[in-house]
């Protein structure tokens, strides 16, 4: 990713900011490319980026989604 922000999983998806920061964001795209714009945004605005651990399972509740067509 060229946001110069350092994070293990660009695309989970699961996010959490403080209302204050929501102008930074456009969310103008959908499907996958929303998490990296998100980042890059972030990175732009000069926002400190913290990764907490999440437990995930992909077992269930999978998607529908062709994640090549999708992304």
Same mark, same amino acid.
Do not use: W
């Given at each position: 990713?060229? #946001? +110069?922000?350092?994070?293990?999983?660009?695309?989970?998806?699961?996010?959490?900011?403080? /209302?204050?920061?929501?102008? /930074?964001?456009?969310?103008?795209?959908?499907?996958?490319?929303?998490? #990296?714009?998100?980042?890059?945004? $972030? $990175? @732009? $605005?000069?926002?400190?980026?913290?990764? /907490?651990?999440?437990?995930?399972?992909?077992? /269930?509740?999978? @998607?529908?989604?062709?994640?090549?067509?999708? +992304?």
């Amino acid at each position: 990713m060229n #946001s +110069g922000i350092c994070v293990t999983d660009t695309q989970s998806g699961f996010r959490a900011f403080d /209302v204050n920061i929501v102008p /930074v964001f456009r969310f103008g795209q959908n499907g996958f490319s929303i998490e #990296s714009d998100m980042l890059t945004e $972030a $990175a @732009s $605005a000069g926002l400190k980026i913290e990764e /907490v651990d999440i437990g995930v399972r992909y077992d /269930v509740d999978c @998607s529908t989604e062709n994640p090549i067509r999708h +992304g």
